[in-house]
């Protein structure tokens, strides 16, 4: 910083640069610590998942584990974090992703995005479980329901999270006044939390119609978790 004198009524104007700053991984598996810098406004560099024999990587997280840090993060000071552990299932298929409604009271990890080929998706009727997609997408699939409950899953009592759904129909039609709907969950009883809903359309009876960024409604009311 050079010395300044101002002879006459002088503006100055103050000059930013992006911050660089240091995020720590800890693998917590006996490996070493990964430091990478950032730069404030660019992608942040996540290191290869780590393995742990016996358990499945859920992602790095920070000290209160509420939401897990992707490589959209934009962090604003220097970040220590963690792999977090868990015991449970990696999905990575569409008959892997069909197949949780045998057993959904498990733990799932998205392993990859899943494209279901465009086909009909069979809601499951109650969640108990985990299921994180891990900043995964579910795309290219139809829901047409006809009933009281429409949704990928009727009712969640379980936790869903850092899930994606893109490119999809999803169909509603009930002739009943209690009837729910959501793309995710009909009824959440449980935590549905940084999930997203893009790029589909909703078309529920009596013209209702909701697709990302507008809706329409007229002489009809729904309720659940459409994000």
């Known amino acids: 910083l050079q010395a300044y004198s101002a002879l006459t009524d002088t503006v100055l104007y103050a000059g930013w640069k992006a911050g660089v700053f240091s995020v720590v991984f800890d693998p917590q598996n006996g490996d070493e610590k990964t430091t990478v810098e950032y730069t404030y406004g660019t992608s942040l560099k996540l290191p290869k998942n780590p393995e742990k024999t016996g358990m499945i990587f859920a992602g790095w997280y920070d000290k209160n584990e509420t939401v897990m840090i992707t490589a959209d993060a934009k962090p604003a000071d220097n970040m220590k974090l963690h792999a977090k552990w868990m015991e449970g299932v990696i999905v990575k298929t569409a008959d892997e992703l069909r197949a949780i409604a045998n057993n959904p009271n498990g733990n799932y990890f998205l392993g990859a995005d899943?494209?279901?080929?465009?086909?009909?998706?069979?809601?499951?009727?109650?969640?108990?479980?985990?299921?994180?997609?891990?900043?995964?997408?579910?795309?290219?699939?139809?829901?047409?329901?006809?009933?009281?409950?429409?949704?990928?899953?009727?009712?969640?009592?379980?936790?869903?999270?850092?899930?994606?759904?893109?490119d999809f129909m999803f169909r509603f039609s009930s002739n009943t006044g209690d009837s729910k709907a959501g793309t995710i969950a009909a009824i959440n009883k449980g935590s549905i939390k940084n999930c997203s809903v893009l790029g589909g359309t909703i078309v529920l009876s009596q013209k209702w119609e909701r697709s990302v960024g507008r809706y329409t409604t007229s002489n009809s009311s729904a309720t659940g978790f459409f994000g």
């Not at 409950?149 to 009727?154: E, N």
């Open 114 to 166: 899943i494209n279901l080929g465009g086909s009909d998706w069979t809601p499951i009727p109650e969640f108990a479980g985990l299921l994180d997609g891990r900043g995964y997408s579910i795309t290219n699939f139809i829901m047409s329901i006809d009933g009281s409950l429409g949704g990928m899953i009727q009712t969640n009592t379980g936790t869903i999270c850092n899930l994606k759904l893109n």
